[in-house]
């Protein structure tokens, strides 16, 4: 009698079989899960991505050893479960039944199976034999869990086979052995034939206790996997602190940045990558604030040679003025010869006086140092005012009611007025219509806006850019300090001048307030220099209002202004320092 594993005989084969057969199609369902899982992790904090990594690869890495370790013990505690109850058996069956004769009568088999049965073992025995009658008789220790029906069909059919005897197999019979379930109870089966002739034996023992240690074992295993779980994203975020706190002080420095204050540097601490990355932000904040100190510095020289050069074109300009006014004068009396030159002269002055007044202007608004000088204005009569001022009564028409009453700088108001009107009735045609009425603006609180061009369809023809500089005077009070972030409620003043000439070209349309734009590159020397719009842009932002240009379907350009009615909270609070070039411009203005 040999002791053999029967492999072949295991109920547990066919479920091996179908595990491996179902593990590809579970592996893709795994990779999609991670695919699926990696994507999502784009989309969240690095923080919570460094801890879910740390996560996942002390998981794997702690269910790998444990389902190691487990896989291990499990086999170490079978293995030696078995060999001794299949060793105990062996020994048991061959002293038992050595005393037995051939044919033994059932009474003798029941003895021998219970004396085998009383070993330290504690596992219930069958045993099978033929009495000197022929009869077949059973003995079993446990007729509810052992009976010859009880064993596996394959465990019988190997432990009855007769294998040839040879060289390789001394044995004719050989002990077999199969793990079974019965209800939800594993148990351990094995069976042998006595060698020799005599009854062939049969036990079956509970693997209850070993079932129990290796759950034991496994719930050691998951606590020890969930602490190292947890463990790992304490870790990890100890981790991420440690790499995202530089991180963290990097972004609210280039935050700093990109706000203006160029001097934000980073302490450096140690010599690693993020050390390495601090020391490159500040050396390039550093060349970044000498770059900007240099362009800043160009930028004040440039706008001061425009005021200085502005500044000391009105002295001659004065004396030419008052002496080409007494030529004007007398251009009847004068050779018909020389009138011409002299009605150019005087054009040409007037046009000279213009530019230097919107350049001082422009140069004002460059430094941030010009500033509103409120009064409450009758719209209507601003209007009137304006166009009887410039004889344009007879080419312009006016849509607007008396009592519309809002508090704006009158002076600004009417170059805004004479820009835009005389833009239109010069480059577009007449007649030149003016709307002027008011609309409420819901939780209106924003002021300070931006000019834009609205770009619509309608025809396209020539239309110049600069409106006329007649009547665009810009000297005034200065201002210090930034155009204001918030404007006054209480609804707007929306005034629209509209042409009746053939609109605006669709490419020239998104640069009309561009300065020293003309729309005409072939006429260079029209009249007028191209700043008139953009003065009266810059007019509308220190008001917290805005210009738009658009053209009409049915024909025709219009510019719609909209201004707060009420503009004294623009003028409250405290300003942003313009730094040297307000200074600078200061001196200069002191000197007009």
């Given at each position: 009698m040999r002791e053999r594993s029967a492999g072949d005989t295991r109920d547990d084969s066919a479920g091996a079989g179908a595990g491996n057969a179902s593990g590809p199609a579970a592996g893709q369902r795994v990779l999609r899960g991670l695919r699926r899982a990696s994507g999502l992790l784009r989309w969240t904090s690095l923080r919570l991505r460094l801890v879910v990594v740390f996560g996942l690869v002390a998981l794997t890495a702690a269910v790998s050893a444990s389902g190691i370790a487990y896989w291990l013990n499990r086999n170490t505690v079978l293995?030696?479960?078995?060999?001794?109850?299949?060793?105990?058996?062996?020994?048991?069956?061959?002293?038992?039944?050595?005393?037995?004769?051939?044919?033994?009568?059932?009474?003798?088999?029941?003895?021998?199976?219970?004396?085998m049965a009383a070993g330290?073992?504690?596992?219930?025995?069958?045993?099978?034999?033929?009495?000197?009658?022929?009869?077949?008789?059973?003995?079993?220790?446990?007729?509810?869990?052992?009976?010859?029906?009880?064993?596996?069909?394959?465990?019988?059919?190997?432990?009855?086979?007769?294998?040839?005897?040879?060289?390789?197999?001394?044995?004719?019979?050989?002990?077999?052995?199969?793990?079974?379930?019965?209800?939800?109870?594993?148990?351990?089966?094995?069976?042998?034939?006595v060698i020799g002739g005599g009854p062939t034996g049969y036990m079956i023992?509970?693997?209850?206790?070993?079932?129990?240690?290796?759950?034991?074992?496994?719930?050691?295993?998951?606590?020890?996997?969930?602490?190292?779980?947890?463990?790992?994203?304490?870790?990890?975020?100890?981790?991420?602190?440690?790499?995202?706190?530089p991180v963290q002080r990097l972004g609210h420095a280039a935050r700093q940045l990109g706000e203006g204050r160029l001097d934000t540097r980073l302490r450096v601490?140690?010599?690693?990558?993020?050390a390495d990355l601090s020391r490159t932000f500040n050396r390039t904040a550093e060349r970044l604030?000498?770059?900007?100190?240099?362009?800043?510095?160009?930028?004040?020289?440039?706008?001061?040679?425009?005021?200085?050069?502005?500044?000391?074109?009105?002295?001659?300009?004065?004396?030419?003025?008052?002496?080409?006014?007494?030529?004007?004068?007398?251009?009847?009396?004068?050779?018909?010869?020389?009138?011409?030159?002299?009605?150019?002269?005087?054009?040409?002055?007037?046009?000279?006086?213009?530019?230097?007044?919107?350049?001082?202007?422009?140069?004002?608004?460059d430094a941030g140092t010009a500033r509103l000088v409120l009064d409450d204005v009758d719209v209507a009569d601003q209007v009137t005012a304006c166009v009887d001022a410039r004889a344009w009564l007879d080419a312009v028409e006016l849509d607007a009611d008396r009592g519309i009453v809002a508090r704006l700088d009158p002076r600004r108001l009417d170059v805004i007025l004479a820009n835009l009107i005389g833009n239109a009735l010069k480059h577009g045609g007449s007649p030149v219509r003016v709307s002027v009425h008011t609309e409420e603006v819901p939780g209106d609180g924003a002021g300070g806006r931006t000019g834009s061009t609205a770009v619509t369809g309608g025809p396209a023809a020539p239309h110049a850019s600069g409106g006329p500089e007649a009547g665009t005077e810009q000297e005034g009070p200065e201002r210090s300090g930034q155009e204001p972030d918030a404007g006054p409620g209480g609804g707007e003043l929306v005034i629209r001048v509209r042409d009746h000439g053939p609109g605006i070209p669709e490419e020239?349309?998104?640069?009309?307030?561009?300065?020293?734009?003309?729309?005409?590159?072939?006429?260079?020397?029209?009249?007028?220099?191209?700043?008139?719009?953009?003065?009266?842009?810059?007019?509308?932002?220190?008001?917290?209002?805005?210009?738009?240009?658009?053209?009409?379907?049915?024909?025709?350009?219009?510019?719609?202004?909209?201004?707060?009615?009420?503009?004294?909270?623009?003028?409250?609070?405290?300003?942003?320092?313009?730094?040297?070039?307000?200074?600078?411009?200061e001196g200069t203005e002191d000197g007009r």
């Open positions: 293995e030696r479960t078995q060999n001794a109850v299949l060793n105990d058996f062996r020994k048991s069956l061959e002293d038992s039944t050595r005393s037995l004769p051939l044919r033994p009568r059932c009474a003798e088999l029941q003895d021998a199976a219970r004396q330290p073992q504690d596992y219930a025995v069958l045993l099978i034999g033929a009495d000197r009658e022929g009869k077949a008789c059973a003995a079993t220790t446990n007729k509810n869990l052992l009976t010859l029906d009880s064993v596996p069909l394959s465990l019988r059919t190997a432990v009855d086979e007769v294998r040839p005897v040879d060289e390789s197999n001394r044995y004719a019979h050989h002990l077999y052995w199969q793990r079974k379930e019965v209800g939800d109870a594993p148990y351990l089966v094995a069976g042998a034939k023992k509970s693997l209850a206790a070993e079932r129990q240690d290796l759950n034991s074992l496994a719930w050691s295993l998951g606590i020890a996997t969930a602490l190292a779980l947890v463990g790992s994203a304490l870790l990890a975020q100890a981790a991420a602190t440690t790499v995202l706190r601490t140690g010599t690693d990558e993020l604030e000498h770059r900007v100190e240099e362009l800043s510095g160009r930028e004040a020289a440039s706008r001061r040679f425009v005021a200085d050069m502005s500044h000391e074109l009105r002295t001659p300009l004065t004396a030419i003025t008052a002496v080409s006014e007494v030529l004007e004068e007398e251009a009847d009396s004068l050779d018909p010869m020389i009138a011409p030159a002299v009605q150019l002269v005087v054009s040409e002055t007037r046009r000279l006086n213009d530019l230097v007044e919107n350049l001082m202007e422009v140069t004002r608004f020239v349309l998104p640069h009309v307030f561009d300065r020293f734009y003309k729309a005409s590159a072939s006429r260079p020397r029209s009249e007028g220099s191209g700043l008139g719009l953009s003065i009266a842009l810059e007019n509308a932002h220190i008001h917290g209002g805005e210009i738009t240009a658009a053209n009409l379907p049915e024909g025709g350009a219009v510019f719609t202004l909209r201004l707060p009615m009420d503009a004294t909270p623009l003028t409250d609070g405290d300003r942003r320092d313009r730094g040297t070039a307000r200074a600078a411009d």
